[in-house]
């Protein structure tokens, strides 16, 4: 990779003992995203301690150990919700929910449909490797149709989950798609999407080089393409992109600004103080009991 | 004649839609305001319109807080509702009201008091208006307050519009004077004292107990996805949100709930989330979670009968078992089960100082018994709840699982101090990445199943024991039994029989065993098997020698207690 890597990122490596021995195989895509978040968040100017990576479960889920930032590791599925509260609870700290595709799209879908509605200003990353790495090769949603598996011997029959589609459909307020061969891109895109105010949700493919024979390094070279005349205001346009299936469009589908979770909820209305900083108001309490006395 | 003295049961009933709830109010608030103990809990059906509900109103000389099954005074608002309550009626019991809510096999069986409400309100203008002359007519009997009747009329149809308020005060005036003409001929009369301090004390709900009590705590934020009986302390907390500056959000499921809750506390906030049983079942993923990542979190669970949807409006003392083993694998938890609203109160506020201090999840148990309950009290004082916050600034070299000694490592949170705060559902090093290490394994499984746990033993609270130390028999409760059998065992007047009540529940303290050491013990519990008997004999190795079980969705009475209590010892 001949790409300048930007100054600030040693911040960014962790020194602690359990995040030197990296779990992830040897050539694997994981490695680029990690690479591609971190020069993210350098550019970005943000310190380790304003971020936190709140991940799911699968080998994309262990992000929070090989990058220094505040992580929590949590369950299959659950990381949007638990990124949620983080950010409700403190909207100072940039928000990042990061998972795999199974993670994201199959234990966790019915979280993702519900966060675009609810629309907290966290980013979503989701390492779309269309197989389940973690659990050694079974079908992920993404999967493609007729890939065999361990447990698809007859080759997968159900219709491969449309993210982008579905997120357009929602109304989603920010949606991309990219490929982490593409470094320089990707970092943009994600950069972006940290910044952008609301649900970020970005579809990043990788290969997996252990159990995903089909879609590999040079299959995404060869099956994408960057969409350089989208208008991603267009929710018509962006749609009708999202349908596409081969090749597969990269870059930002579509953008929607709107008002987010923690904009709308009437704790924040007049006094922006982060949750976790208030205390108790027994005055207002005391007052509840007067008014019981009538 | 009628005669009632110290202790009158009123119950109302009607169909669902019918606004019982609305004379309930109007009764309890303003009989309290004249100077009367009251107590009311409701039971009703899982529909919307239509079928029975029941109301019953305690008014007394002396506090009163138990559910009784006897009734004094039945005011019936369709035919049906003296079948339902059949075996609740007494030789004395009057029912007031008008013939055609009577059904034809009690007509010639029970006092029936005449009172021709629906003529009265039509003269009124509407039927809608048979509620407060209901509420009017009953405060009548006690010669009540009526300005006290006018105000709590004016405060709660005022958005209604002048005229509603006063076709409503116009309704229950009529009820009143009646009421009153009907004691002064002398068809009924009641004689219960009132009590001047009673005025000045508040009337609360189970539900606003725990509600207000977690704002006194200092909760920030609660998720929640409907279901009875626990909505209530959601739709109190949404409705003080704005004023108190929290954040309340109905999510897509349990399993959101939860995690969201999880996520507030690891970034610092208090936060709850309140559920029963079926919605609990969805959670026990994330209670797991909070074991492992010592993520501190506080769940109301107001309990329903079970399996699954059970009974959905009515109650039960059966998912103790549910929230003792939720969850796989070791890890602490504590249980908490309030006895009185004032419990309720101050033990839903002290839930938060727990979870914060000792990072497990802190479960509050309660039940539709306690929710729907409501009675008088002086009010809760501010002054006794401790706001006590355990968060640690995350320096240089912070590590979130440092080992130590009392099994409980310095919580620190994102963003505050320079250092980054790593939180671990797999197993973990001091700073909080995965290890598959066997001796780390081992430190960690000891530090959080038992060096924690033990922690939390040493400073756990003991068990409340009413009456004598040298009592023969030891009755044992936890939760919302608490005052039926108080009551009960006053009625029952024995000075050796004692009352051990829980509510501290999970866990206990080996000290506790003393409590039980030569006695024979009772345990009543509303639910089939004993579970918290079985809870005993597994954490202190006590047999209980008799249990008194209700589990037929319904709360106990102070009869039944009393009965179950005589069948044991006489
Ligand atoms: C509740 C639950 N169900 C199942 C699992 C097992 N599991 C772990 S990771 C995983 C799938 C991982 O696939 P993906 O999310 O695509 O991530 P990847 O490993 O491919 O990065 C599964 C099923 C689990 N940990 N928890
Ligand atoms: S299993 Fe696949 S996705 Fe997981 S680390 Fe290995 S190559 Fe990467």
Not at chain 2, 443 to 472: D, F, V, W, Y
Request: proline share 5%; net charge negative; aromatic share 10%.
């Amino acid at each position: 990779m001949n790409v300048q890597l930007p100054t600030g990122r040693e911040l960014f490596e962790p020194k602690r003992p359990g995040s030197q021995d990296i779990a992830w195989c040897p050539g694997c895509g994981n490695f680029g995203i990690r690479n591609i978040l971190i020069s993210a968040l350098a550019e970005l100017g943000l310190k380790p301690n304003q971020v936190a990576i709140i991940s799911g479960i699968g080998q994309a889920a262990k992000m929070p150990h090989y990058i220094n930032v505040n992580g929590y590791h949590t369950l299959h599925g659950r990381a949007i919700p638990i990124a949620t509260g983080v950010k409700a609870s403190n909207p100072e700290l940039t928000v990042i929910a990061e998972g795999g595709d199974g993670d994201m799209y199959a234990e966790g879908g019915n979280h993702l449909l519900h966060a675009i509605r609810r629309n907290p200003d966290i980013t979503v990353l989701i390492h779309d490797n269309q197989v389940y790495g973690l659990t050694k090769g079974q079908a992920s949603p993404t999967t493609m149709k007729g890939m065999k598996t361990p447990t698809q011997p007859w080759g997968v029959f159900e219709e491969p989950f449309n993210p982008l589609a579905l997120a357009i459909a929602l109304d989603a307020s920010f949606v991309a798609r990219t490929f982490m061969g593409y470094f320089k891109e990707s970092v943009e895109i994600i950069k972006k999407a940290i910044q952008h105010k609301g649900l970020t949700i970005v579809d990043i493919l990788h290969p997996c080089v252990s159990f995903n024979k089909v879609n590999t390094y040079a299959w995404y070279r060869e099956h994408t393409y960057w969409m350089d005349d989208h208008d991603p205001y267009d929710r018509e346009a962006a749609f009708r992109r999202a349908l596409e299936s081969d090749p597969l469009p990269l870059g930002i589908f579509y953008i929607h600004e709107k008002p987010t979770f923690e904009e709308q909820v009437p704790a924040y209305k007049k006094d922006k103080t982060p949750l976790w900083k208030r205390e108790p108001k027994p005055e207002l309490v005391k007052k509840f009991f007067e008014g019981k006395k009538l | 004649m009628s005669e009632f003295k110290e202790d009158v049961s009123i119950v109302l009933g009607g169909a669902a839609g019918q606004g019982i709830q609305t004379v309930e109010e109007i009764l309890t608030h303003a009989l309290k305001k004249s100077g009367y103990h009251v107590y009311a809990n409701k039971e009703y059906m899982s529909r919307v319109r239509g079928g029975i509900n029941t109301t019953e109103i305690r008014v007394s000389s002396k506090r009163v807080r138990a559910f009784v099954k006897r009734i004094d005074i039945l005011v019936p608002f369709k035919q049906g509702v003296l079948s339902w309550v059949r075996d609740r009626l007494g030789e004395n019991t009057v029912v007031l009201g008008e013939k055609e809510n009577v059904e034809e096999e009690f007509l010639d069986k029970v006092n029936l008091v005449e009172v021709p409400l629906t003529k009265m309100v039509m003269e009124v203008g509407s039927q809608l208006y048979l509620n407060t002359t209901a509420a009017g007519l009953i405060v009548g009997f006690f010669h009540g307050d009526f300005g006290a009747v006018e105000e709590y009329i004016r405060k709660r149809f005022g958005s209604k519009g002048e005229n509603v308020v006063q076709k409503n005060i116009e309704a229950a005036r009529k009820g009143y004077e009646l009421g009153v003409k009907l004691c002064e001929e002398g068809t009924i009369k009641i004689e219960v004292e009132r009590d001047e301090k009673v005025k000045d004390e508040v009337l609360l709900t189970g539900t606003e107990a725990v509600g207000i009590g977690a704002f006194a705590g200092g909760m920030d934020f609660l998720s929640f996805y409907p279901m009875s009986p626990s909505t209530g302390v959601s739709t109190f907390a949404a409705q003080h949100a704005e004023e108190f500056g929290i954040i309340v959000e109905q999510v897509e499921d349990e399993i959101s709930a939860i995690n969201m809750a999880l996520g507030a506390w690891y970034a610092g906030a208090r936060a709850m989330v309140s559920t029963s049983g079926g919605g609990f079942a969805l959670m026990s993923e994330a209670i797991s979670l909070a074991g492992m990542a010592e993520n501190p979190v506080v769940v109301h669970l107001a309990q329903r009968p079970g399996p699954a949807t059970g009974l959905p409006t009515r109650t039960m003392q059966g998912d103790l078992n549910l929230v003792l083993y939720s969850g796989h694998g070791d890890f602490p938890r504590i249980i908490l089960a309030p006895g009185s609203l004032e419990e309720a109160f101050y033990l839903t506020a002290e839930a938060f100082n727990l979870a914060d201090k000792y990072q497990v999840p802190v479960i509050i148990l309660t039940d539709q018994y306690f929710v729907d309950t409501y009675y008088n009290l002086p009010a809760p004082d501010m002054e006794k709840v401790k706001f006590e916050r355990y968060i640690v600034e995350a320096k240089p070299g912070y590590r979130r699982y440092e080992l130590t000694e009392d099994g409980i490592s310095p919580r620190a949170v994102p963003g505050y101090g320079e250092e980054v705060v790593i939180a671990n559902g797999n197993e973990h090093d001091e700073w909080g990445d995965i290890t598959e290490d066997a001796e780390l394994t081992i430190k960690m499984q000891e530090k959080r199943a038992i060096k924690k746990l033990e922690t939390i033993k040493k400073n756990a609270p003991l068990p409340k024991l009413i009456g004598s130390e040298n009592a023969k028999y030891l009755v044992i409760a936890w939760g919302s039994t608490l005052h039926v059998v108080e009551e009960a065992l006053e009625k029952l007047g024995r000075d050796d029989v004692a009352l051990l009540h829980f509510s501290w529940v999970y866990p206990l303290k080996p000290k506790v065993r003393e409590f039980f050491e030569g006695k024979v013990l009772i345990d009543v519990e509303n639910n089939i098997t004993g579970q918290f008997a079985e809870l005993l004999r597994k954490e202190l190795g006590i047999e209980v020698h008799h249990k008194i079980l209700k589990y037929d969705g319904r709360p106990f009475s102070v009869e039944e207690v009393l009965e179950g209590l005589k069948g044991v010892i006489e």
